[in-house]
């Protein structure tokens, strides 16, 4: 059996943050927070947590991210310009 990846694994867990408007209850906006994005930040504990991993370990979670969503908008582009596929 295949282990899953640890960076996979971190690069998963976060939360969506969604923003309610008052004015316009038609209105909202939807942020994903990842966990790498907040471990990195300036005065993140969640390094010093016990479980938690240093912030070298988080940035190269935030590139591997950064490549898994590049690849996602390219292959949607891709559906975009050849919905029934190329064959």
């Known amino acids: 059996m295949l282990k899953k990846s640890i960076i996979f694994k971190d ?25 790498y994005a907040l471990a990195l930040e300036k005065d993140s504990n969640i390094p010093n947590v016990e479980g ?10 935030k590139i591997a991210d950064s490549v898994v969503q590049a690849m996602f908008k390219v292959f949607g582009l891709f559906y975009k310009i050849f919905p029934d596929g190329i064959i």
């Open 11 to 35: 690069i998963s867990c976060g939360a969506g943050l969604i923003t309610l408007y008052e004015d316009d209850v038609t209105n909202y906006n939807y942020k994903l927070v990842n966990m």
């Open 52 to 61: 938690g991993k240093s912030k070298a370990y988080y940035a190269p979670v």
